[in-house]
């Protein structure tokens, strides 16, 4: 299960909890305007600062930092040794018969070109240069949210010299300087609680999962080339274990003895 939501609202909770605790009405934070320039100013920014083609890919980054997990990659080598297992059994050109059970298109990808006797050099290159480019449209969903989390709390400054700008325009009732200076405030507390609450974490997310994805398509490489020079099937187990998490390998290793 994924705990990227959770984590966000533990944030948010724990903000107006402390407030709270400390006196202070939750009322006294939503103020308006101060949200309409933080988050009206970051996103304008963020808009200004990408083309609207990386933009548009906006709403499935957000599914994608909420809600997507990468998969461990103990399945994937299981897969790729029981492919290895039947192409020494039937060849190679057996294998078409697997690739409807195949759901991973990168990987699907990777034995079409096998069992169509392409080239081995040219079968790498080709899934390097995918992996390349999926590394680069990651990079680009990355940049956008690490740009709106240095955008907001600028913005939320901005807010604040804004709202003291016009509480010193009013100086002549100083009973009213103290709630409207607190006023003020919030469009900093807007600003830099949005971005280490939600832009820069979702950043983070995206980059987490980007990272645990590229290693995923290496090991698909890597058991592709493998799997297409004929490799024993046990060696290319042991050569795609090396990807695992040193606490995988050993529970791998323990279920592999057993059977």
Known sequence: MDLAIFG????VISLVLGFTLEGGEVGALIQLTAALIVFGGTIGATIFSFPFQDLKQLPKLLRVGLFRTIPE????IELIVSLANEARREGLLYLENRLAEI????????????????????????????IYAIEERHQVGKSIFEAAGGYAPTMGIIGTVMGLVH???????????????????????YGVSSANLFWLPIASKLSNLSKKELVLRQLMLEGIVSLQAGYNPILIRERLTAFLRPEMRESGEERYSEE
């Open 73 to 76: 990659p103990q399945e994937t």
């Open 167 to 189: 509480v010193l325009s009013s100086i002549d009732t100083p009973e009213k300087l103290g709630p409207a200076i607190a006023m003020a405030f919030i469009a900093t507390l």
């Open 103 to 130: 759901d991973d298109p990168f990987l699907r990808k990777g034995v079409q070109l096998v069992v169509d006797g392409t080239d081995p050099e040219l079968v790498k290159s080709i899934l390097e240069a995918e």
């Open 8 to 11: 966000f609202f533990i944030g």
